[in-house]
């Protein structure tokens, strides 16, 4: 018992060197709030670890890996935080677990699918679900060239607002968390329209500023939330969808009460739009 012990002191006493750098940095140019977010930040996350390790009676579980524990860490967003949002085992996050479990219990035609699928700011968890379809041809699409080489297989470095792909080429598109850092996103949803066959699906999602009445337009991209360039409100954001039909798909739809606490997914800040192409366009 003393050895474990000093196991779990250990754990905690050896980021601190990161830790006090951490907080170095973010209080160069007197960034006062930043410091502070990231001190709890820290704090919090070191606390969950150290639960994480003890913990006998899970109650918290990944649908993407299977990982179970005692609560999902926090993420740091700069000037506010996240709480209960990454595995700390595959480091899902919110909207990946809300994928995972949409795909797998509402869209199973998904699976069947046979095509193209263009897969934007390609991440490993959204990946893994495409690997699962093996008629699908993916391919990587993103601005930054190291960001198309994340994975195998055909890559495309490119512009949202200018894609370099022809008319109805795509059967799929998958666009998470993509298009709060394109500059004209009413340019970018018209080419992913342009791209996607007649019949096709498209499935987006964006951060929301929730209790924010309208979205709201930085004019560049903002360092303090990962570079986005507006703040999206679940008020207005429909409409940008346009000219695409799309359903609103909110996760108490196909999760009940007891899953979004034990999977962590918000009611109401996690939408998916599944967006689709009329055949006669």
Not at 37 to 47: F, I, K, R
Not at 92 to 106: D, K, W
Not at 267 to 280: F, L
């Amino acid at each position: 018992m003393v050895s474990k012990g000093l196991q779990y002191v250990g754990a905690l006493l050896l980021p601190l060197g990161g830790f006090f750098q951490g907080l170095g940095q973010r209080l160069e140019a007197r960034r006062w709030r930043s410091a502070r977010v990231y001190a709890c930040w820290a704090l919090t996350n070191a606390w969950i670890k150290l639960r994480n390790r003890l913990t006998r009676a899970p109650q918290v579980a990944c649908p993407c890996c299977g990982w179970e524990g005692y609560d999902f860490l926090t993420i740091d967003c700069g000037t506010f935080t996240v709480p209960h949002a990454e595995c700390p085992h595959c480091k899902a996050h919110e909207r990946h677990r809300m994928l995972h479990l949409y795909l797998n219990r509402c869209d199973r035609a998904f699976f069947s699918v046979d095509g193209r699928v263009l897969h934007f700011a390609p991440e490993a968890h959204v990946r893994s679900l495409l690997l699962t379809n093996p008629h699908l041809r993916v391919i990587s699409a993103d601005y930054a060239l190291y960001m198309t080489q994340r994975f195998p297989g055909p890559a495309l470095q490119t512009d949202m607002q200018h894609l370099a792909l022809g008319d109805a080429t795509c059967e799929l598109i998958f666009c998470l968390h993509v298009l709060e850092h394109v500059p004209d996103d009413r340019r970018g949803i018209a080419e992913l329209h342009r791209v996607l066959k007649p019949g096709g699906v498209a499935y987006v999602m964006v951060p929301f500023m929730m209790g924010w009445p309208k979205t709201v337009e930085f004019g560049k991209p903002d360092p303090a939330i990962y570079d986005h360039v507006r703040g999206y409100s679940p008020d207005d954001f429909d409409e940008r969808l346009a000219p695409f039909l799309h359903e609103r798909v909110m996760p108490g739809d196909f999760v009940s009460p007891e899953e979004l606490r034990r999977y962590r997914i918000p009611h109401d800040s996690q939408v998916i739009y599944r967006c689709t192409k009329s055949a006669h366009r």
